[in-house]
């Protein structure tokens, strides 16, 4: 049994967009939505400028957060890109996956990848790849 993602393909297209635009860094920030949908990207810089590891410094995730309450969004999940390599959970995705319930997205910047957007839950250190349903 899959379990399914639901985003817009706003999101998605929004997504790679970013991913695309420094493809030497690692992007990241947060996706939300309502009701499971993911619909809206808050892209966040990364605080490590790093083409192997991502960090979203605690005012701007403090300042997403609070901008989430404000007009009613759930966080949905994380993203960010891998600009080397797979986009498949690192080790240190993994390990410094906090957030049991939110479906991680990473990027892939590579050219001729096939799936440059897949999304895992990460729970435990068990990774289990979601389905994307694109709205
Ligand atoms: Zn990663």
Known sequence: MHELVGVTQDVLDQLLAIARREPELECCGLLAGREGLI????PARNALASATSYEIAPLELFTLFRRMRDEGL???????SHPRGENAP???DIALAFYPDVAYFILSTQPNTSRPVRAFRICDGQVRELVLQSL
């Open 74 to 80: 759930d966080l949905l999940g994380i993203y960010h």
């Open 90 to 92: 690192s080790p240190n």
């Open 39 to 42: 619909s809206v990207v808050l």
